[in-house]
């Protein structure tokens, strides 16, 4: 009886055993600024969706984890796009976590002994290097009070090792280990030691560490970060970036796929092209074509034939010239000092509104031919538009962003601008009209 009896309650109690359940909850503030959080499980290549949650008018969310969810790296997603909107997880399978997040201050985990443990780990490192900042930028002569600090710079990273024995963090607390001088360095010692020892303790295989934004964040901090005392930062970003890539060779290709791509598109945001560029060539289009990543390939050399200094790519159009249908090409045209080729569409307001300021400032420029490619899903609009500018030469691109002109020039907003010398040269890709006016006026 007693046995039939036991039986019985296990099969009672089983069901809620198989979905004991974890919460990941929190608060976002300022709350009206947000609307969802979303969570994925990450991999090295993949994220996984799990579940999301409505963020409340008072900016508080819930969602609850069944016993599917394994333990590993989770990202939470806050905002659009994705990429920039985030922040990781660390979830071990064994506890509740509870968050705060404000978009002025980032996230705060208030319990959850991975996270929190993670958190401290930073906090008082930032600490001390404030610390040995302070003492060389004061061009303080104690040595001893530096030995000092560098001796409370390896008990907290001694100590704080130990307390994550045996946890996820203690992946990130040991490839986070800083370097830490036996001896007494001058800065420029000191600062150099850094940047020789930076990848030290960093394991590109380790899976965790792949599953995270770290690597990407510490790729990105060296190349960005240790540019030294030089006037010649596209120099210094080119060695940086050769530096990572040397640290990195272990990895998997489909990992160095990722924080190469994450570093080209940083350097194409902030257009330095000559690097992005240089990444594609020595790196990045290698890691395509071993992948067989087409799409990858094809985005980069798109890019690469749109870069400054490049003669821009030719394509082919029709027009009506003395009323009949003529196809023409770029090159067909001769005998201006300067063109320029703007995307627009009869859609898009900021277009409404720099067109005609294009077409009054470019009256009086004679030497100076404008193309316009008017990206559109049907021509009547683009077509009653273009009436009221009859000096330029107008395109019609159907098909608006999946038209053929527009994805060779890797067009992806409008208005976008290109300046082109008498040689159809690439000189400017002006980010607006006012841009542009001055790019043409000097």
């Not at 899976?207 to 990407?216: A, D, G, V």
Request: glycine share 4%; with cysteine; charged share 25%.
């Amino acid at each position: 009886m007693n046995s039939v009896l036991k039986y019985i309650l296990i099969l009672i109690f089983l069901p809620s055993v198989l979905l004991a359940q974890h919460t990941i909850k929190g608060t976002f503030t300022p709350a009206e600024d947000y609307n969802v959080a979303i969570l994925y499980k990450v991999t090295p290549t993949v994220s996984e969706y799990i579940a999301n949650a409505e963020i409340g008018e008072d900016g508080i969310f819930e969602i609850q984890l069944d016993s599917t969810a394994t333990k590993g790296m989770y990202r939470l997603v806050y905002a659009l796009p994705q990429e920039d909107y985030n922040f990781d997880i660390i979830y071990n399978g064994k506890e509740d976590i509870e968050l705060s997040f404000n978009s002025e201050t980032g996230v705060e985990f208030l319990s959850s002994i991975e996270n929190s443990l993670l958190a401290s780990y930073t906090n008082s490192m930032s600490m001390v290097t404030h610390s040995i900042s302070k003492f060389f930028t004061e061009q303080s002569e104690d040595t001893l009070a530096l030995a000092k600090i560098f001796k409370t710079q390896k008990g907290a990273q001694t100590n704080f090792e130990a307390a994550a024995k045996g946890r996820i963090v203690l992946e990130f607390i040991k490839a986070n280990t800083p370097y830490i001088p036996e001896t007494f360095e001058d800065v420029k010692t000191y600062v150099n030691n850094i940047k020789q020892h930076y990848f030290d303790h960093i394991d590109f295989t380790n899976i965790t560490l792949q599953s995270s934004n770290f690597l990407e964040e510490k790729i990105l901090n060296y190349v960005f970060g240790m540019t030294m005392d030089s006037e010649d930062d596209i120099k210094n970003y080119k060695n940086n970036i050769d530096v990572a890539c040397k640290a990195m060779a272990p990895a998997p290709m489909a990992v160095k796929r990722i924080l190469l791509l994450s570093l080209w598109q940083q350097m194409a945001d902030l257009n330095f092209e000559s690097v992005a560029n240089y990444i594609s060539e020595k790196y990045l289009m290698d890691i395509a074509v071993e992948l067989n990543d087409q799409e990858l390939l094809n985005t980069l050399i798109k890019y690469a034939d749109v870069s400054l200094g490049k003669t821009a790519p030719d394509f082919s159009f029709e027009i009506v010239e003395e009323g009949k249908t003529t196809s023409r090409k770029l090159m067909d045209f001769d005998g201006f000092k300067e063109y320029v080729i703007v995307f627009w569409s009869s859609t898009c307001g900021h277009c409404l509104d720099e067109i005609p300021q294009l077409y009054t400032f470019c009256e009086t420029k004679v030497h100076l031919k404008v193309i316009a490619i008017g990206l559109e899903d049907e021509p009547n609009d683009w077509k009653s538009l273009t009436y009221d500018y009859p000096n330029f030469v107008h395109v019609y691109g159907e098909g608006k962003w999946d038209n053929e002109i527009g994805n060779t020039y890797s067009v992806s907003a409008t208005p976008t601008y290109f300046v082109l010398d008498k040689d159809k040269k690439i000189t400017a890709k002006p980010e607006d009209f006012e841009a542009l006016k001055k790019v043409l006026e000097n």
